[in-house]
C-alpha cells in the first residue's frame, strides 16, 4: 500500500548498526536503569499508600455480610452495570433511566437520586440529614455512610450498606 520510494527507503535502514548495541535489562523509573530491592520496596509502598484510603477500610472492616462488602467495592469503584455504565461499554445506546426518563442511570441515581431509592433513604436517613445526605457526590455519599460522624447513630452502617445493597 506504500510507494515504492518509501519502501526503499524504509528497507534501506539498517537495523542493527553495531554488534555493540546489543539489548539489555533496564530497570524502568531507577535512575541508573538498575534492579535494587530499596527500589522494588518503595514502589511497592507507594502502591499500598494509594490503595489505604478510609472509604476502603470502611467498606472491608464493616459489620456486615462479604457479599454486601464486596458490592459496596464495586459502588465505590463505580463499576456496578449501571445504563450509563452500559452505554460507555457498548452494550447499550440509551444510558436513561427506565423510571425517570431523559436521566442518566448512574451509579448514584440509583441508589440515591432515582424516586424510589429516595423514598427508602427519606424513610431512613434522619431528617435532620436530609440536605447534606442528598446532596453528596457518590464517593462522599459511601464515606459519610460508613465512616458516620459522631452525630449519627452508631449502628448506621449496617442499616446504610443493607439498604444500598437492598437498591
Given amino acids: 500500500m506504500l510507494p515504492e520510494d518509501v519502501i526503499k527507503l524504509i528497507a534501506s ?43 476502603w477500610s470502611a467498606i472491608w472492616k464493616a459489620f456486615i455480610p462479604q457479599r454486601i462488602r464486596f458490592f459496596l467495592w464495586l459502588v465505590g469503584h463505580d463499576c456496578i452495570m449501571s445504563n450509563k455504565n452500559r452505554a460507555r461499554r457498548g452494550l447499550t445506546v440509551d444510558p436513561s433511566c427506565q423510571n425517570c426518563p431523559g436521566i442518566d442511570e448512574t451509579t448514584l441515581h440509583i441508589l440515591r437520586d432515582c424516586p424510589i431509592a429516595r423514598v427508602i433513604w427519606e424513610k431512613l436517613v434522619p431528617k435532620h440529614l436530609h440536605i447534606k445526605s442528598f446532596s453528596l457526590t ?30
Fill in 13 to 55: 535502514f539498517e537495523l542493527y548498526p553495531s554488534i555493540h548495541d546489543a539489548d539489555q535489562w533496564s530497570w524502568v523509573g531507577s535512575q541508573n536503569g538498575n534492579f535494587s530491592t530499596q527500589f522494588a520496596l518503595n514502589l511497592i509502598r507507594a502502591h499500598i499508600h494509594k490503595e489505604r484510603d478510609p472509604i
Fill in 138 to 167: 457518590l464517593r462522599s455519599w459511601l464515606e459519610f455512610n460508613l465512616k458516620p460522624p459522631c452525630f449519627i447513630p452508631e449502628n448506621w452502617t449496617p442499616y446504610f450498606a443493607n439498604g444500598v445493597w437492598f437498591l
